[in-house]
């Protein structure tokens, strides 16, 4: 499914602050979190306060509104979603899938749900966060063998669960770099997101006053691929658009790539400012212009 996911702003469903926050940011799509950012005690309230905000809001919004549910492994799943696909819910994200199939277990889930709530069938998109168990990990190769998942739009990753599952003290190195292993998992959620063919999301920078270092690695992630990032702060969300955003340099050389192979179609390879250009390099530039705001 194509849908804008360049900023995905989390927001904790169960604060009535921070919602009312969140209806003047420009992230391109609000997480209703029931997982992680709310307490055991206050599930069920903010399951039912993300389904009164979505239908209250979400025909005003430009802004697209998912839910992260509870994990399938928490016996809250099957209730959040009963309770949050309303009109107006654009996706579920989902936590700690152990593998492709989990994905498939929650589109089944989501077609029933979604003819009760008189939905069009895929309506709802799901985007996992692919990488939070060691069993996910190990099984990252089923994102290349899984059935075309219409209803998929982007795949993104944690680092902060898997340590947890692993036994870690920290992700991080003593230079505060990433350990191997999460290095590993933001490379598997590139390829896993290509192999299913959709956009590859970065995870979140928890230090979220550290503005500068969020550019420098929104900067790299770029290079490397993702199209977006989650942010758990406003503040982040200016920062992440501009920088998944394609700049004006890039915009015009894209274009002569592709004003270069359509003036001349037989071409396979051709010289732009002394420099070889192929296929591949039309393939990026045309992906370049299609994501111009
Ligand atoms: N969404 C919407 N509004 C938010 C927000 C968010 N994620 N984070 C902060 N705000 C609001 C605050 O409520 C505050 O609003 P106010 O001026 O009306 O009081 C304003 O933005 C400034 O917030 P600030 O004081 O800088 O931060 P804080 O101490 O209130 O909150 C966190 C810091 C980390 C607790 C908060 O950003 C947060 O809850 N983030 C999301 C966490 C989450 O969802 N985690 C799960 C995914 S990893
Ligand atoms: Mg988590």
């Given at each position: ?38 307490a055991a005690s206050r599930k069920i309230y903010a399951r039912q306060t993300a ?144 192999a299913a063919g959709v956009p590859a999301i970065d995870t979140v920078q928890v ?87």
């Amino acid at each position: 499914m194509q849908l804008e996911l360049r900023s995905m702003l989390f927001v904790p469903a169960d604060s009535e602050r921070k919602l009312a926050k969140s209806l003047s940011s420009s992230a391109d799509v609000l997480i209703l979190d029931l997982e992680d950012a709310v307490a055991a005690s206050r599930k069920i309230y903010a399951r039912q306060t993300a389904a009164e905000f979505i239908s209250a809001h979400a025909n005003g919004l430009a802004t697209r509104l998912f839910v992260r549910v509870n994990p399938f492994d928490s016996g809250l799943t099957m209730g959040d979603l009963a309770a949050v696909v309303v009109p107006g819910l654009a996706g579920i994200m989902l936590p700690k899938p152990n593998s492709a199939a989990d994905l498939v277990r929650l589109g089944h889930c989501l077609d029933a749900l979604e003819a009760r709530a008189g939905l069009k069938p895929g309506d709802v998109a799901i985007v996992p966060v692919a990488t939070e168990t060691a069993q996910a990990m190990l099984n990252m190769a089923s994102f290349a063998l899984l059935t075309p998942l219409p209803r998929l739009a982007g795949v993104t990753w944690g680092a902060e669960d898997l340590s947890t599952a692993i036994g870690a003290m920290s992700n991080r190195e003593e230079d505060g770099s990433y350990s191997p292993l999460y290095d590993l998992a933001s490379s598997m959620c590139l390829c896993a997101a290509a192999a299913a063919g959709v956009p590859a999301i970065d995870t979140v920078q928890v230090d979220f006053r550290d503005a500068a270092g969020l550019q420098a690695a929104c900067r790299i992630s770029r290079r490397r691929g993702f199209r977006g990032r989650m942010a758990i702060h406003p503040d982040q969300v200016a920062i992440i658009n501009d920088a998944y955003s394609p700049s004006t340099a890039e915009l015009a050389h894209a274009q002569r790539i592709v004003d270069a192979f359509a003036a001349q179609p037989d071409a396979g390879t051709l010289n732009i400012d002394g420099a070889m250009v192929d296929r591949p390099h039309l393939t990026q530039a045309l992906r370049t212009l299609a994501q111009r705001a």
